[in-house]
């Protein structure tokens, strides 16, 4: 499964406000800090395994508790219409 | 002070329909009126530096406006999110082509009925149907995304289901099932239009159905219809809070409707700038925050939540813009509303037209 951004979603930098926000047809949220690493991984090549191994190795913690999060996270994205898979 | 997130631009309002329920005001600006290329160039560098990051690109239709290319494109080049808000009819493949070079993110397109006829009587256009089909195609073809746009009220609400299916025929990834909301000329046909309790309540069930059988396919927005309503709408997020409009002619709103209340002078894009007219201007100020708030909203737990509700509605059914929106329950004006709703059984109305 390789989750990619659903047409026309994709992560811009608010500059006024500093911070980083899905932006999206006529519609824009602010991820938390959780579902930004997820996002910043989405590149249409990476898979979710791929995408739980890189988050593990960077906060060094154990890999199914990674993986309970970001299958929730990828999973609440899609309902959102955010992300494909 | 928040920075607005969003921009409504209402680039004209020609249009080759005329809805009935149509959100612009009864009184239609003529084209020699409308604002240049160049001055939406302007606007639309000044709404990005004030904070904004999307825009809609609406009207009337935006494509009529012949230089809708140019326009997308300053839209794009300030930095904002595109979206055109089109009813799809003069819409061909060429045009479609350059408006996804010129850098437009997303298409919503609007549908009136599921049935052609419907369609037709609804948007008093003939043939109008065919063509948005195949805008729909278009749409996809150039690769961005498509909204469908449905307005529902009493005269196609029977069709929900067919609509939630034609969004998926025509490849919408989200569809915006809009019950209308009663200004300008929707007020102005309202008895033709309000739905029964158990209209909106068969709606409110298909949508909630329909969610879940199209998860990740197809994303459904809902919004509901305030006469039937025991609470207000947070109208806008607040008055000059997140969101502002400017109209064909240049006049910077609080939103679309806000001409409607009459007494209230509305700075211009021609005299002024975006950030002037957002932070100092006496319209922006009037109704923003609470300190405006009289009772029962004064001290409410709900002030910051729905903020009074919608000003344009509290002046078109009390005649005060600063009355608790009589969408409230505890507004003094409530019963007004099971009065509309109980008068409204005429099928007859009025297009939408210039005057």
Sequence with gaps: ????FSPGVRLHHDKARDRWVVMAPERMFVPDETALEVLRL??????????IDALAAKFDAPRDVIATDVRAMLDDLVARGAVVT | MNAPLALLAELTHRCPLRCLYCSNPVELTRASAELTTAEWARVFDEAAAL?????HL?????????DIVAITAAAHEAGLYTNMITAGVLLDAALMARLKEAGLDHVQLS??????????????????QPRKEAAARMVRDAGLPLTLNAVVHRQNLHNLPRLIDLALAWGAGRLEVAHVQYYGWALANRDALLPTRDQLDDATRIVDAARLAHRGRLVIDYVVPDYHASRPKACMGGWGSRFLAVSPAGRVLPCHAAESISGMEFPSVRDTSLRDAWENSAAFNRFRGTDWMPAPCRGCDHAERDWGGCRCQAFALTGDAAATDPACGLSPHHGLLAAALSEATTTEFRYREFR
């Design chain 1, 1 to 4: 499964m390789t989750p990619r």
């Design chain 1, 42 to 51: 989405v590149d249409g090549a990476r898979d979710v395994d791929g995408i």
């Design chain 2, 51 to 55: 904070g904004c990051l999307q825009v």
């Design chain 2, 58 to 66: 609406s009207g009337g239709e935006p494509t009529a406006r012949r």
């Design chain 2, 111 to 128: 549908v009136q009925d599921s049935d052609p006829q419907g369609a037709e009587r609804i948007g008093g256009m003939k043939g109008a």
